[in-house]
């Protein structure tokens, strides 16, 4: 019996293989991918730094792709190793209908990396009002604290963010 911590030596072809099913995700070779998809790749099917492939297609602005990878079944709160989730991800990267995706498809709204940012707290900083919107009318909490205490008003205003800082401080006035 296989020891499950030993990995089985990959071939040349199989890591060329992979490199291409992962260049499909990024690329938005949405045809592609789902043919793999509907023959048996598994949706949730991560890179060496745990990239799944709705990581890769969602942080690259792939909607039709990342539709598709969700309705074979892909997790939209599968975080890489660094504990970046996909809906965080859309948060940096400023891609509203991403955002909407996502939520729509199980993102939980608060979900935190490990320095316990949320993607409330992204959009914050980098002053994305459309994207704080959305997130607050899908029940981010506003008064959440990351791991060194600072609320997303905070960390806004530290960045140097001009409107979401008080969007912020008007939705916890209001209780959310």
């Keep these: 019996m296989q020891n499950p911590d030993e990995r089985p030596t990959l071939d040349d072809a199989t890591i060329a293989f992979a490199g291409r099913v992962f260049q499909h995700a990024r690329a938005g070779d949405t045809d592609e991918l789902d043919t793999l998809l509907v023959m048996g790749l598994p949706p949730n099917l991560r890179n060496d730094k745990g990239d799944s492939l709705?990581?890769?297609?969602?942080?690259?602005?792939?909607l039709e792709t990342s539709a598709a990878l969700?309705?074979?079944?892909a997790d939209a709160n599968?975080?890489?190793?660094?504990?970046?989730?996909?809906l965080a991800g859309a948060a940096f990267k400023g891609d509203a209908a991403m955002v909407r995706?996502?939520?729509e498809n199980g993102a939980v709204v608060?979900?935190?990396?490990?320095?316990?940012?949320?993607?409330?707290?992204?959009?914050?900083?980098?002053?994305r009002?459309?994207?704080?919107e959305i997130l607050l009318d899908a029940g981010a909490d506003p008064a959440a604290v990351d791991a060194g205490?600072?609320?997303?008003?905070?960390?806004?205003?530290?960045?140097g963010a001009t409107d979401t800082p008080?969007?912020?401080a008007a939705a916890v006035a209001s209780g959310g």
Excluded: K, W
Excluded at 110 to 127: E, H
Excluded at 150 to 156: G, N, R, S, Y
């Design 54 to 62: 709705l990581m890769l297609a969602s942080y690259n602005g792939r």
């Design 70 to 73: 969700l309705r074979h079944g």
């Design 78 to 86: 599968l975080a890489n190793d660094r504990g970046q989730t996909p």
């Design 101 to 103: 995706l996502l939520l």
């Design 110 to 127: 608060d979900a935190a990396a490990p320095d316990g940012r949320t993607a409330l707290m992204i959009a914050a900083m980098f002053n």
């Design 129 to 132: 009002l459309d994207i704080v």
């Design 149 to 159: 205490g600072l609320t997303a008003e905070a960390v806004a205003r530290a960045m």
């Design 166 to 168: 008080d969007r912020l």
